[in-house]
């Protein structure tokens, strides 16, 4: 029903920003509740946080990024954002944006839809 894109990754200093782009294709953008999840190697994937459907909705973070990190989205472009301040060098990690219908939820098996990934390095 939806396709996802990310983008925007790449090699940040501790302490720096860095913005996520997640691009949809589909007529039904927003339908859907969309989340952003990291994975490290050898690490199972975790919840980062999540948006509900419409411009400007709740969110719902992850307690350690809670305050750092910030989504968005803009429904008319199809598009959705996590905003990354003050970066640690834990939180190097591949970046996926992941979507799905009802109710915002941290389990990454209740999202149907996924991206690629974009790789997050942080180090100095």
């Known amino acids: 029903q939806v396709q996802l894109v990310e983008s925007g990754g790449g090699l940040v200093q501790p302490g720096g920003s860095l913005r996520l782009s997640c691009a949809a294709s589909?007529?039904?953008?927003?339908?859907?509740?969309v989340g952003w999840f990291r994975q490290a190697p050898g690490k199972e994937r975790e919840f980062v946080g999540s948006?509900?459907?419409?411009?400007?909705?709740?969110?719902y973070y992850a307690e350690f990024v809670k305050g750092r990190f910030t989504i968005s989205r803009d429904n008319a472009k199809n598009m959705a954002y996590l905003q990354m301040n003050s970066l640690k060098p834990e939180d190097t990690s591949v970046y996926y944006c992941?979507?799905?219908?009802?109710?915002?939820?941290?389990?990454?098996?209740?999202?149907?839809?996924w991206g690629q990934g974009t790789q997050v390095t942080v180090s100095s």
């Open positions: 992941a979507a799905k219908r009802g109710a915002q939820v941290r389990d990454v098996d209740a999202y149907a839809y």
């Open positions: 948006i509900i459907n419409w411009n400007g909705g709740s969110t």
């Open positions: 589909g007529r039904t953008f927003g339908s859907y509740v």
